[in-house]
């Protein structure tokens, strides 16, 4: 008997997504009935808006919701992401320069699907969320790394992509707020980033998914804004996910030049077709009201924009006890050991320490959850250092949402 014939090499060189799997893993723990909060995956801690939950129920009962829509999605729910990439992103595009995608994922890998050829190389600031890499080598691409470190706050700067572009370099991935550091570019910062793709003819595919989850004042430029040129060689990517509590919705987009998402919609439409019609008439419902035009986030909650890989909290109380310790942790290949803590994480995890006031319940009286501890070396000497200006400060989000979720249970 022959041997059977290889699987695919391609894909046997594609890592899983360890978002996922560790979610999976802690989802796992969770139905054993495990004390476990996960923040693999980045998912907000709080539910879908009910009128989004009511509009899908209203689609369920409605037999038009049982057929196929159009593969990039309903006129309807295009036009309203049209409206709103105008709105957060100034840039004015046609329904037909959208298509709506199973989540923000199955749009970063059609972007790269639709602008990369075979041997292109892809500058990819690092760190990055690990899906990039991966769906940059399912397109023939070669991901091309160019660190930032805590020293630059995260952020690449126009010398550090001039000296990694070589004449294979066809693409930028831009992400701004960052998954996983936070980190947001300044409008100046945005700006020459796009002058010097425009210049090189570089394609940017610009990953907007946490635009709308920033905080103390600080506004994330859509490159497209900063530079409106840049436009016919950009493609957005965007989604409900984080914004609107909606992970498990997946009702995603990308916005690009009609060329692009001419060639992209070809291969969706072989690919998965059209986004669950119930999910796409709920965002529809959603996009449609005023009061809902920026986020669903609940005041005081603020949903961790960097999870998936810097700053995932554990909490290793056992069952009844109080914590024993919380650890922040970045896995091996994110880069440090620890990840880098800006003095306002240190502060945050100071104050987490302490015991605290709760509302309602009687002054002075401790948090349920939260005793004073000896606060390690590292957290001390971030203390001493400036507050960064213009930062999502991820690790203290992180722990903010570790307390909300610490004084509910
Ligand atoms: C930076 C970034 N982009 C895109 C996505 C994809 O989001 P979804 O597919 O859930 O819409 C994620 C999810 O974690 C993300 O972190």
Same mark, same amino acid.
């Given at each position: 008997?022959?041997?059977?014939?290889?699987?695919?090499?391609?894909?046997?060189?594609?890592?899983?997504?360890?978002?996922?799997?560790?979610?999976?893993?802690?989802?796992?723990?969770?139905?054993?009935?495990?004390?476990?909060?996960?923040?693999?995956?980045?998912?907000?801690?709080?539910?879908?808006?009910?009128?989004?939950?009511?509009?899908?129920?209203?689609?369920?009962?409605?037999?038009?919701?049982?057929?196929?829509?159009?593969?990039?999605?309903?006129?309807?729910?295009?036009?309203?992401?049209?409206?709103?990439?105008?709105?957060?992103?100034?840039?004015?595009?046609?329904?037909?320069?959208?298509?709506?995608?199973?989540?923000?994922?199955?749009?970063?890998?059609?972007?790269?699907?639709?602008?990369?050829?075979?041997?292109?190389?892809?500058?990819?600031?690092?760190?990055?969320?690990?899906?990039?890499?991966?769906?940059?080598?399912?397109?023939?691409?070669?991901?091309?790394?160019?660190?930032?470190?805590?020293?630059?706050?995260?952020?690449?700067?126009?010398?550090?992509?001039?000296?990694?572009?070589?004449?294979?370099?066809?693409?930028?991935?831009?992400?701004?707020?960052?998954?996983?550091?936070?980190?947001?570019?300044?409008?100046?910062?945005?700006?020459?980033?796009?002058?010097?793709?425009?210049?090189?003819?570089?394609?940017?595919?610009?990953?907007?998914?946490?635009?709308?989850?920033?905080?103390?004042?600080?506004?994330?430029?859509?490159?497209?804004?900063?530079?409106?040129?840049?436009?016919?060689?950009?493609?957005?990517?965007n989604g409900v996910a984080k914004t609107y509590a909606m992970t498990g919705w997946r009702v995603g987009w990308m916005v690009g030049p009609a060329d692009a998402i001419k060639v992209a919609g070809n291969l969706q439409s072989h690919l998965t077709s059209n986004v669950n019609n119930v999910a796409q008439k709920a965002d529809d419902r959603r996009a449609q009201r005023p009061a809902d035009r920026g986020r669903a986030v609940p005041r005081g909650v603020r949903p961790p924009p960097s999870a998936d890989r810097v700053g995932a909290v554990?909490? =290793?109380?056992? #069952?009844?006890?109080?914590?024993?310790?919380? /650890?922040? &942790?970045?896995? !091996? $290949?994110?880069? @440090?050991?620890?990840?880098?803590?800006?003095?306002?994480?240190?502060?945050?995890?100071?104050?987490?320490?302490?015991?605290?006031?709760?509302?309602?319940?009687?002054?002075?009286?401790?948090? =349920?959850?939260? #005793?004073?501890?000896?606060?390690?070396?590292? /957290?001390? &000497?971030?203390? !001493? $250092?400036?507050? @960064?200006?213009?930062?999502?400060?991820?690790?203290?989000?992180?722990?903010?949402?570790?307390?909300?979720?610490?004084?509910?249970?």
């Amino acid at each position: 008997m022959t041997e059977r014939a290889p699987l695919s090499r391609k894909l046997s060189a594609i890592a899983e997504s360890a978002t996922l799997k560790v979610d999976a893993k802690a989802k796992a723990l969770k139905a054993e009935g495990k004390p476990v909060i996960s923040y693999a995956a980045g998912e907000p801690d709080f539910a879908t808006p009910q009128f989004i939950v009511d509009a899908a129920a209203e689609a369920l009962a409605d037999p038009a919701s049982y057929r196929y829509t159009p593969a990039p999605g309903l006129p309807a729910l295009r036009e309203a992401i049209a409206a709103k990439t105008l709105r957060d992103s100034g840039l004015e595009v046609s329904p037909a320069q959208v298509i709506v995608t199973n989540g923000g994922k199955q749009s970063v890998y059609q972007a790269f699907q639709a602008v990369v050829n075979p041997g292109d190389e892809v500058l990819l600031p690092a760190p990055y969320w690990t899906t990039y890499p991966e769906a940059i080598r399912l397109a023939d691409g070669t991901p091309v790394e160019v660190f930032a470190g805590a020293d630059q706050e995260y952020k690449v700067t126009v010398e550090q992509l001039e000296a990694a572009r070589t004449e294979r370099t066809t693409v930028l991935v831009f992400v701004s707020p960052s998954n996983p550091t936070g980190s947001v570019y300044t409008a100046e910062e945005t700006k020459a980033i796009g002058e010097w793709a425009l210049e090189h003819g570089i394609w940017i595919v610009s990953d907007e998914i946490y635009q709308n989850l920033t905080y103390e004042g600080v506004k994330a430029t859509s490159i497209v804004e900063a530079v409106p040129d840049v436009a016919n060689q950009t493609i957005l990517v965007n989604g409900v996910a984080k914004t609107y509590a909606m992970t498990g919705w997946r009702v995603g987009w990308m916005v690009g030049p009609a060329d692009a998402i001419k060639v992209a919609g070809n291969l969706q439409s072989h690919l998965t077709s059209n986004v669950n019609n119930v999910a796409q008439k709920a965002d529809d419902r959603r996009a449609q009201r005023p009061a809902d035009r920026g986020r669903a986030v609940p005041r005081g909650v603020r949903p961790p924009p960097s999870a998936d890989r810097v700053g995932a909290v554990e909490d =290793r109380r056992p #069952r009844g006890a109080e914590p024993a310790r919380r /650890v922040l &942790r970045v896995p !091996r $290949r994110a880069g @440090p050991a620890r990840p880098h803590l800006g003095r306002r994480d240190a502060d945050h995890i100071a104050r987490a320490r302490r015991p605290h006031p709760r509302p309602g319940r009687g002054r002075g009286r401790p948090r =349920r959850g939260l #005793r004073p501890v000896r606060l390690p070396p590292h /957290v001390v &000497r971030a203390r !001493r $250092r400036p507050a @960064p200006r213009g930062r999502a400060a991820p690790a203290a989000a992180v722990l903010r949402l570790t307390r909300l979720v610490a004084s509910t249970r």
